[in-house]
């Protein structure tokens, strides 16, 4: 078992032991280990990682039974690509543009991770954090150490998406999560020079355009409205105080279904109850109506945003000014305005 492999990864089982026992964690050595299991929780479909639910078997117990290793890998994303796009030039340029991104974004998880790390503030909906070394596109040394959710926690289906609990229960995570980073304003200048360029999301344009060609009657009437989402998350997505008047916010940037994870039940059904939020690759500084407008635009229904989103707003606020102890450097009205919110009642 000795120098075992972690599923297709470079990282041995020696490794990740290391890596624990150096962060203190009780009896997690090679020499107490009876036997590990690795699965890539990911089903091989994940676009720029390959992640491993490491489950370990003690010969006397440890202080942990599993962990995730995060393994970033571009395959993912190329594989999606060229089965869009069959011009093989472009998708060359869209490989260099990717690992780039690769390379940024595995930067940015690890920073964002350590800052919130160093709070040790154990009320924090976030997985705890061991080790991390960063990926080149010039080698495939790239690994991030987690803690494992997967025995006691899920994610939900995007479809029904969230309920108003756990609308209200992310909101309450990102206003505290918020607060620390305007408090703390260490990570700005670190995250700030490796954010993506402003033309990332322009990249999947040609690919938005390409599905005319694999169904023109089912992608048709789409073209235009994801043309259009994809240039104003473009504009919307990059901070500058000149545009919005007020300092910028460490922005989760992909909250989605997927990166939200709820305790499940004794069927193994999702509850109300927020355990953690996952996967800060996109994190920047920005505007945080990038992480409001998403949750809601995604997760929620057209329906429920008309009739919710200004008492949403005014929760989060809310919240906002309790976790810092003073009123937020950002009013009511330039959430609605400098957010773009108002545009859910159309």
């Known amino acids: 078992m000795k120098n075992s492999k972690i599923g297709e990864s470079i990282f041995t089982i020696d490794f990740l032991l290391e890596k624990l026992c150096a962060k203190g964690e009780k009896n997690c050595t090679i020499e107490n280990l009876l036997e590990f299991d690795a699965e890539d929780i990911t089903g091989g479909v994940a676009f720029f990682s390959i ?16 962990i995730i290793v995060k393994v970033p890998k571009l395959q993912g994303a190329l594989t999606h690509i060229k089965n869009a796009l069959k011009d093989e030039s472009s998708n060359e340029g869209l490989k260099e543009k990717f690992e780039e991104h690769l390379e940024k974004s595995h930067k940015v998880e690890e920073e964002v991770y350590t800052f919130f790390s160093r709070k040790k503030d154990i009320s924090l909906k976030l997985p705890n954090f061991y080790y991390s070394q960063p990926y080149s596109r010039y080698n495939n040394n790239g690994v991030l150490i987690i803690e494992d959710f997967t025995p006691h926690a899920t994610p939900i289906k995007l479809i029904p998406g969230f309920s108003n609990e756990q609308v209200e229960a992310v909101i309450d995570e990102l206003a505290k999560l918020q607060a620390i980073s305007l408090k703390d304003r260490s990570w700005v200048e670190i995250l700030g ?20 060609e694999i169904d023109e009657i089912k992608f048709k009437d789409s073209i235009p409205k994801l043309l259009n989402l994809a240039h104003l998350c473009t504009d919307f997505s990059f901070y500058t105080k000149e545009k919005y008047g007020f300092m910028p916010f460490l922005v989760h940037g992909d909250l989605w279904s997927s990166n939200v994870l709820w305790k499940f039940d004794e069927h193994n059904k999702a509850t109300n109850e927020l355990v953690a939020i996952i996967d800060w690759q996109m994190s920047r500084p920005g505007n945080p109506g990038v992480d409001f407008g998403r949750l809601l635009a995604v997760n929620t229904s057209t329906e429920y945003r008309r009739k919710n989103t200004e008492r949403l707003l005014q929760r989060y606020l809310k919240k906002l000014e309790e976790n810092l102890g003073e009123k937020p450097p950002v009013t009511f009205e330039q959430v609605l305005k400098n957010f773009c919110l108002n545009a859910y009642k159309q």
């Open 193 to 212: 020079k490796d954010m993506p360029k402003s033309d990332t999301l322009d990249d999947f344009i040609p690919v938005i355009k390409k599905l005319v």
């Open 51 to 66: 992640i491993y639910s490491v489950k370990f078997k003690w010969k006397t117990p440890a202080s942990l039974n599993s």
